[in-house]
């Protein structure tokens, strides 16, 4: 069974840093392409970053140049790092899974191609 668990979470003044956990279990994140999502209060899910089981990243311009994506498959983990966050970016943050082997141009930010979903971590930033 598939889970992701992510943790990091918090509020920050703008400027600030944070960095995002996804805990993996049930598959190897190896295998898999993920990707990170953001809701706020009122707005749909974006597509904030991804990762497929080639390596290949792509972010939300958006987020570029502040936020890395980044897979450790020793820990079976995705992690997020945020930097100069600013007060658009408070949002609940997802975590996602898909057994596909690469995305193509942006598909790795849409969220219907994913399978599988964590809970969520609310990131809270403040100006």
């Known amino acids: 069974q598939v889970q992701l668990v992510e943790s990091g979470g918090g509020s920050v003044q703008a400027g600030g840093s944070l960095t995002l956990s996804c805990l993996a279990s049930?598959?190897?994140?190896?295998?898999?392409?993920m990707g990170w999502f953001r809701q706020a209060p009122g707005k749909g899910r974006e597509g904030v970053a991804s990762?497929?089981?080639?390596?290949?990243?792509n972010y939300a311009d958006s987020v570029k140049g502040r936020f890395t994506i980044s897979k450790d498959n020793a820990k079976n983990t995705l992690t997020l790092q945020m930097y100069s966050l600013k007060p658009e970016d408070t949002a609940m943050y997802y975590c996602a899974a898909a057994p596909t082997a690469i995305w193509v141009g942006d598909s790795g930010l849409i969220s219907w191609n994913y399978n599988y979903w964590g809970q969520g971590t609310q990131v809270t930033v403040s100006s």
């Open positions: 990762i497929d089981s080639h390596g290949i990243i």
């Open positions: 049930g598959y190897s994140v190896a295998s898999y392409s």
